[in-house]
Structures are given as structure tokens and as C-alpha cells.
């Protein structure tokens, strides 16, 4: 990179926010058309009411706590990369920080939608923060779902702050760069930076401490919404490896988000010398490892039902693996192979099979290649989600409150909203702020010199 | 580096070594009184303890490198191998392993003689042999060629700057080598060029393999000893318990190495400080996977899972103190404890702290181990007496005489190692 100024950062990250190539404007409204849908779903639905969604007895979680588990995943790759790669130092983690960032806070506002949208009545929504109150009503401390309330606010707040803080220094790096309202925006926004001594020293750290104050966080996010199915005892909920099995998921799963965006960011803006080929080949490698360990949870969670002898274990792994015992089918309606086989062969093949080819040097270098395992991961990872909360629903301990869950329109319409918010806001984002980091970019060049030819 | 290499060895002294060997003799003795004298139960539990401990640590001595590897990190470097000489002892507990799978079989696992209908397909004697010797040799084989790929250039280049160096046991330590990796290049550096790019591939594999046959060795040789309990998480639990000892093992013995003259111009206070983050990290793993695993078994209390948490956590067992002293020892004190910039870059602090952890891990597989067996019987009771002592004495001394004849034949730092540099940046 030595063929890199300080200018040059300066000039090419700024650009990203005045003059985007036509392929943003489509991007953009692509997002923004998906988002239209979700708004004019979740209208009718709450227009209407929840008679509308596919959840109904037994299966009461459905779309909307997949899509609430997977947005949350999606959120953790930000403060993976910008929290705990920053304290095991991993410089390769500067040019994606800021997008991976941005990413998570979306991300985790996408998925704090979703428990509203799925409880109706969104307008008692408050009802799930305890406050104290004439009636003496309180939440029920003792439930997973309400430490979820806890963990996701904390979460979105944290990472919320350490976004902004990491900012400040490119604010005023704008602020000085542009005029008119624009220059008013950022010198509010600047809070007073200078690019002092005092300034930096403080700043630094003052990031370390958020650094270290959200890596916990990074685990115990993801473990405590892996507790709203781990605490209960229905078969294939009710598994020990489930906390960390889902932080290692929700990194694999944000990793690949990362990619899917980074990748057509950098060529519709040209960032190709800064987001370069090491950064792409240490997420993909990420990426390996995350998803051996995914892998290594499904086997083991096959093979210790297997192992355990409990019936309810191993006929619901077998449901999951196989679909209905062909002489035992009370309500199987017709067909053999369910929804949830199809959605755990979906995730096998996506999260453990795709991914196998990074292996080799010439895929992870190659940005096609990697682009496509990065879409496939995400489709898995959902698949993932759908796979263990319907399916332990669908076959509880006793037959008689076995049942099939079938997604409506005003379902899939929310869901593919979901998506178009989150890509909405991000591509907004990249317009009205840097999406590298302009300090930190700076990290990794040779100081300038008076005589040019020092270096 | 040649001043290190003839002044820095580690070389056991003559006393020292009668001293360990001393302390394998009274181990081996004791566990021979016990399984002659009608305690063969205790006897067996605590060889299997043992066993898994120390053997534990060798193993994932070996996965500090493959972890320093795999992530190209180079703080790590001039712990390596040091890290790599604790798998000295990967033989001797081959041998144990063995010795449980073959002999002790019947006296530890009830699966023997009273299995359960539902388990047979798994937990009967010929599959457990055979897919226990399988694994091992499929995990020792490849740490053979993991360690052999780091150590060669390294004896290559020691002998080339001190002639003879190592003496006979380097000898065959090199004929090994050369038998196992073929013979490559002449040149020291040559050869660790063309060794690091085999160990780059080697790395990853031998990490897969591990965690694999590692939750394996977890679920054949402490969860079937309750044979109707099972936890999906138990396999990663029990191999992130045996890296943290190990890292905590690393806190105490580099304080020793780094007393010899040079060393420390490589192990630099920054670095033995990364070390001790490094313990504190896995420190809080490991609480973490406890945490995950107890919380999920006590909350929804499912009769097939929650005896082995009663056993040793809430019933009125002798175990439950212990259980509870535990999660001071081991979460509490090194958060505390490694939560202080002063104690981390003070390395004689850091190797109590070490001592503490790794006494308190030993504890932790006790815990592991102990209760299931004895709470077969009646009146179940805190054992501690002369059989686990005295073996535990023996499979230290034979830790560390195996460490310290392995380290006496090698350079003391990975000299031919490219990421190897004094301190840089104060790094």
C-alpha cells in the first residue's frame, strides 16, 4: 500500500458519499421496493390481525422468530471484527470495521422489530420492559424471553455507541471537507474533535474500554437467544451446546454477511486497493472455521440423541434428518418429506458443505466464488434457524399435539421486508457516512515524509 | 543465538532426575499396592484421572502451536517450543490410554458388565477398543508429524552453529525426523521453508482431528462412566478445560525458562503479558462453558441430565463444596487476579497464579471423573487419600522428567522459526 497517501484515503473514502456509479441508485431501490413490501404486509397484518400469520397451535414461532434469531446472528460479525479482532490485534480487520459495524446496528434493529410484529397488539409493546407501575404487573424475570430483553437492548445499545465513537474522528474529517449545511451536520456531529494529542490519547482509550466491554457481549448475546429454546425441554431444543453453538453461528452467519456486502461495495466504489485481497482471504478463513464448528454442533447433537437412547431425541432427530417413520404418521397429510427435512439437508449442505472449497487458496482469492459461498451461508443459516425452531414444534412428546406449520403471504411479505430495511438503511448509510475508516485506514501506511524518497 | 543454544538448554541435573524418577517409582508402586490390595477401583480412577490431565495438557501443548500457526501470530513464537515439549509425554500417555481401554476397562466403565439395552450399539467393549485406538493413533500420528515438521530445521540449524548438538538423543531425534518427512533440503533455512509450508497444511487438519478425537475421549472416558447421562456440550467443555491448563502450565514453566541467559530478550515482558491474556481469555471461556452447560441442565431439569449436576452441585454429596470452591478458584480468582496489568507483566506473579489454575483444573477433572464412580456405591465419600496422591506424584514426576529429557536435547527456542524475533515495538 505504500503507493497510498494520506490524501489519497481521505479522497477516495469521502468520495464514496458524493457522486455513487447508477448501479447504487438500482441497488438502492431494489431495497427499498422490498421494503415497501414488508411495510404494506406487517399494514394488512395489523390492520387485520395475527389470523393472518401461519402460527397457530402447536407451532406458535414461525417466520418471525427465525427471522428474530437470524438478523441477530447477522448482527455479530460488527462487534467480532470491530471489538475482538481490535483486542487480539488483526489489522486486517481496519478496512471492514466500519461497514461490519453499521451492518450490526441495522441488523440488530431489524431483528428487535420482529418479537414486536410477532405479538400483535404492537401497540402493548412497552409491556415487555418492566416499569414499575399502580398495579403492581410485572415481566416475568424468571423467562429466557425476558433476559432476550435485556441482552438485545444492551447489545444494540453498546454497539450503537461504540459505532458512533469510532466515528467521530471521520466526522470531523468531513466536517472539514464540505461546506454549507452539510458542514453544520458534521461539525454537531464532530463533537469538537480537533485531531489533538489530548484528543487521540483519550479516544484510544476510551475505544479499548468499549472494545473490551463488548466482547463479552459478542457471546452473550447469541447464548441468551439460544436460552429461549435451550432452557425449555422439548426435544431438539433442549441441548447443552447450544450457547456457544450459536455464537459460533451467529459469527459464521455475520462473516458471510460481511462478504455478501463488502464484495459489490468495493468495486461500485472502487475501494478494491484498500479492501484488498488479504482482508477478503482472512474473512473467508474466518468463515472455515466458524463453519467447522456449526458442523461439529449438528453431528454432535445427531449423534449424543443418538447416543442418549431417549425416544423423544432420537425420533425427533430422525423427523429432522428423514421426515415422518413411514408406519407412524397420524398426521402426516400426505407427504413423506416435510418442510423441516428439506430445511435441515438446505442448512447441512449450505453451512457445512459449501464452505468446504475455501479450503483451497485459489477459491478463497477468487471474489465470484466467494461471493456466492457468502449467499449460500446466509440462505443456510436461515434455513438453520427455521430448521430447529419449527421443526421441535411440529413434534412434541405427544402425538396429539403434533402439527404442520405452513408461512402465509403477509409472513414472507414481512420477511422479505426485513431484508429490504436492512439493506435500505445500509445503503443509506454508506451515502451519509464514511464506510471505512478513514483513521484507522491511515494505521496501516508509511507516515509522509518531506523527502518523498525516504521510504 | 549461538550463546543461547550453549548456554541456554535446559538440562536436567543429575539430582533432579533421581528425584522425578523417584517420584514415578512411588506412583507406579502405589498403583500397583492398590489394584494387589483390593482397592483396584480407587486404584484405576486415579490412573484414569491422571490420564486425562496429564495427558490432556501434552496434547494440547501441541495445540498452542497448531493454534500459533493457523493464525500466523508472531507474540507467540518464542513460547512454542516449549509449548511443543510438553507433548513429550504424548507416549507415556498413549501407554495409560491403553493400559485403561485394555485392562482397566471393567473396573471403571459400568457399561462392561451391565450395560444398558438402548446404549449397546455403542458402548460395547470391541467398538469402544478399536474406535479408541484408531482415534489415538490417528491424533498422535499427526502431532508426530506436526512437531517433527517444527522442530527439524530448528536441530538442523543448532547442529550446523554448535556441532553435536544434543548429543545421541538428538541423534535420533533427527534420524526420526528425517525418516518421517523424507530428507528435503541440506540448508537449515531451505528446509524450514519447505517444512512451514507442510506444517501450514498439517495445522489445520491435526486442529480438526483434535476437537474430533477429543470428543470422543470425553465421551468414552467420563461421560459412559455415568453411562445414562449425556450433554451435547461435554466434549468441547472437557477439551477447552485442557487448553486452559495448559496455558496456565505455560505461566509456571516460562517463568523458570525465562531465568535463563537470553531468553527473555525474546520472551519479553509484552509478551509473557499476552500469555497471561491469553490464560485470562480462556479463563473466561471455559467459565462460560460452564456456565452454559449447568444453567441449560438445572433450568429445565430433564430427569435423564440433571443427577450429574445433583451429584456434584446440589445434593448433600461430599462433592459439593468442592464444586462450589471451584468456581472461585478457577473463574473468580483469575478474573480478579489476571485482570491486573501489574500482575500480568510480573511473571513470578503470573506463575502463581498458574500454580493456583492448574491445581484448581486438576480438581475440576477430578470432579469430572471422581463422583460418577463413586456414586455407584452407598454412602459415596470424598476420596483423597494415598492412592491419588501418590499417583498423581508419579504421573508429575513422569510429566516432567519426559519434559525436561525432551527439552535438553532441543534448542530452547524455535531458532529457525520465521515469525521468531527479539522484541519489536516493545511487542
Known amino acids: 500500500m505504500s503507493a497510498i497517501t494520506y490524501a489519497d484515503v481521505n479522497k477516495d473514502i469521502l468520495q464514496t458519499m458524493v457522486r455513487p456509479k447508477p448501479a447504487y441508485f438500482l441497488v438502492l431501490s431494489g431495497a427499498a421496493l422490498m421494503l415497501l413490501i414488508g411495510v404494506l404486509s406487517l399494514a394488512i397484518q395489523i390492520d387485520t390481525g395475527m389470523g393472518l400469520v401461519g402460527v397457530t397451535h402447536p407451532i406458535g414461532w414461525g417466520f418471525y422468530i427465525t427471522n428474530f434469531v437470524f438478523w441477530i446472528g447477522i448482527g455479530h460479525a460488527g462487534t467480532l471484527i470491530s471489538a475482538v479482532l481490535f483486542l487480539t490485534r488483526a489489522p486486517w480487520r481496519n478496512p471492514i470495521y466500519r461497514a461490519s459495524e453499521a451492518m450490526t446496528v441495522f441488523a440488530v434493529m431489524t431483528a428487535g422489530l420482529f418479537p414486536l410484529i410477532h405479538v400483535g397488539r404492537n401497540w402493548y409493546a412497552y409491556f415487555l420492559l418492566p416499569y414499575p407501575n399502580q398495579r403492581m404487573l410485572w415481566t416475568n424475570f424468571k423467562s429466557p424471553l425476558e433476559w432476550d430483553v435485556f441482552a438485545v437492548t444492551t447489545y444494540l445499545s453498546i454497539s450503537v455507541t461504540f459505532f458512533i465513537i469510532g466515528l467521530i474522528p471521520d466526522f470531523a474529517a468531513m466536517r472539514d471537507s464540505s461546506v454549507g449545511i452539510r458542514r453544520q ?12 494529542y489530548q484528543h487521540w490519547l483519550h479516544y484510544m482509550r476510551g475505544y479499548l474500554i468499549l472494545a473490551a466491554l463488548s466482547t463479552p457481549l459478542v457471546f452473550s448475546v447469541h447464548s441468551i437467544v439460544s436460552f429461549d429454546f435451550a432452557m425449555s425441554f422439548m426435544p431438539g431444543w433442549h441441548t447443552t451446546i447450544f450457547p456457544p453453538y450459536f455464537v459460533a453461528g451467529a459469527i459464521f452467519s455475520g462473516m458471510a454477511m460481511v462478504l455478501t456486502i463488502i464484495i459489490p461495495l468495493r468495486s461500485i466504489f472502487g475501494l478494491e486497493k484498500y479492501v484488498t485481497h488479504h482482508v477478503l482471504q482472512s474473512s473467508a478463513r474466518l468463515i472455515l472455521f466458524t463453519s467447522f464448528i456449526v458442523g461439529y454442533a449438528y453431528t454432535t447433537e445427531v449423534f449424543i440423541a443418538w447416543y442418549s437412547g431417549v425416544s423423544f431425541e432420537r425420533s425427533l432427530f430422525y423427523f429432522r434428518l428423514f421426515g415422518e417413520f413411514a408406519d407412524r404418521t397420524p398426521y402426516s397429510e400426505g407427504h413423506q418429506l416435510g418442510a423441516p427435512t428439506l430445511a435441515f439437508w438446505v442448512m447441512y449442505f449450505c453451512n457445512v458443505i459449501s464452505p468446504l472449497p475455501l479450503w483451497r487458496f485459489k477459491i478463497r482469492n477468487n471474489l465470484m466464488a466467494l461471493f456466492i459461498i457468502s449467499i449460500l451461508i446466509n440462505i443456510g443459516m436461515w434455513f438453520e434457524r427455521y430448521n430447529i425452531i419449527v421443526s421441535s414444534l411440529q413434534r412434541d412428546f405427544d402425538p396429539f399435539t403434533w402439527g404442520t406449520y405452513w408461512p402465509t403471504v403477509i409472513e414472507t411479505g414481512v420477511t422479505v421486508g426485513s431484508f429490504g430495511f436492512f439493506f435500505t438503511m445500509f445503503f443509506l448509510f454508506v451515502r451519509a457516512m464514511p464506510s471505512m475508516a478513514i483513521a484507522e485506514l491511515k494505521e496501516g501506511l508509511p507516515a509522509p515524509r518531506k523527502n518523498k524518497q525516504a521510504h | ?17 533421581m528425584i522425578l524418577l523417584a517420584m514415578v517409582g512411588v506412583g507406579l508402586l502405589a498403583f500397583i499396592a492398590g489394584v494387589s490390595t483390593g482397592n483396584a477401583e480407587r486404584a484405576w480412577e486415579a490412573l484414569l484421572l491422571n490420564t486425562l490431565f496429564w495427558g490432556g495438557i501434552a496434547q494440547a501443548g501441541v495445540m498452542l502451536g497448531v493454534i500459533w500457526q493457523i493464525t500466523d501470530a508472531k507474540w507467540g513464537r518464542p513460547f512454542k517450543r516449549v509449548a511443543e515439549g ?45 474406535r479408541n485406538i484408531i482415534g489415538f493413533s490417528l491424533m498422535y500420528g499427526i502431532s508426530m508429524f506436526f512437531l517433527m515438521a517444527s522442530l527439524k530445521p530448528d536441530l538442523m540449524l543448532a547442529r550446523s552453529l554448535v556441532p553435536g548438538f544434543g548429543g545421541k538423543m538428538g541423534d ?18 531451505k528446509e524450514a521453508i519447505r517444512l512451514e509450508a507442510f506444517s501450514r497444511k498439517v495445522a489445520p487438519l491435526l486442529g480438526v482431528t483434535y476437537t474430533i478425537v477429543m470428543t470422543m475421549v470425553a465421551v468414552d472416558f467420563v461421560m459412559s462412566l455415568d453411562q445414562e447421562w449425556f450433554s451435547t456440550l461435554f466434549g468441547v467443555y472437557f477439551f477447552v478445560g485442557n487448553i486452559y491448563t495448559t496455558l496456565a502450565m505455560m505461566l509456571i514453566v516460562m517463568y523458570f525458562v525465562r531465568q535463563k541467559p537470553g531468553v527473555a530478550e525474546y520472551v519479553t515482558i509484552n509478551r509473557m503479558h499476552d500469555l497471561a491474556k491469553l490464560t485470562f481469555a480462556f479463563a473466561m471461556l471455559w467459565t462460560y462453558m460452564t456456565f452454559a452447560h449447568y444453567l441449560i441442565i438445572w433450568y429445565a431439569n430433564v430427569p ?26 478457577l473463574f473468580i480468582f483469575p478474573y480478579l ?9 510480573t511473571p513470578a506473579a503470573t506463575a502463581v497464579v498458574g500454580t493456583i489454575l492448574v491445581c484448581g483444573q486438576f480438581m475440576s477433572h477430578y470432579m469430572m471423573v471422581v463422583p460418577s464412580i463413586q456414586d455407584r456405591h452407598e454412602h459415596p465419600t470424598f476420596l483423597m487419600g494415598y492412592p491419588e496422591i501418590l499417583v498423581t506424584l508419579g504421573f508429575a514426576g513422569g510429566f516432567f522428567l519426559c519434559f525436561m529429557l525432551y527439552m535438553s536435547t532441543v534448542p530452547i527456542l524455535p531458532i529457525s522459526d520465521k515469525h521468531l524475533c527479539k522484541s519489536w515495538h516493545g511487542r
Open chain 1, 185 to 196: 451536520i458534521f461539525t454537531l456531529m464532530a463533537a469538537g474533535w480537533t485531531n489533538s
Open chain 2, 172 to 189: 535420533r531425534v533427527m534420524a526420526l525426523a528425517n525418516k518421517l518427512l523424507k530428507n528435503g533440503e541440506q540448508d537449515p533455512a
Open chain 2, 337 to 345: 487476579g489476571l485482570m491486573s496489568r501489574t500482575v500480568c507483566r
Open chain 2, 86 to 130: 510438553f507433548a513429550a509425554f504424548l507416549p507415556a500417555a498413549l501407554v495409560m490410554f491403553l493400559l485403561i481401554i485394555l485392562v482397566g476397562n471393567s473396573y471403571l466403565f459400568e457399561w462392561v458388565e451391565h450395560p444398558m439395552e438402548v446404549k449397546k450399539a455403542y458402548l460395547n467393549l470391541p467398538f469402544f477398543i478399536s
Open chain 2, 304 to 329: 435423564e441430565e440433571t443427577p450429574f449436576m445433583v451429584t456434584r452441585a446440589w445434593a448433600d454429596t461430599p462433592w459439593r463444596p468442592v464444586f462450589w470452591t471451584l468456581l472461585g478458584v
Open chain 2, 1 to 17: 543465538m549461538k550463546d543461547i543454544l550453549q548456554q541456554s538448554t535446559l538440562q536436567l541435573k543429575p539430582n533432579w532426575k
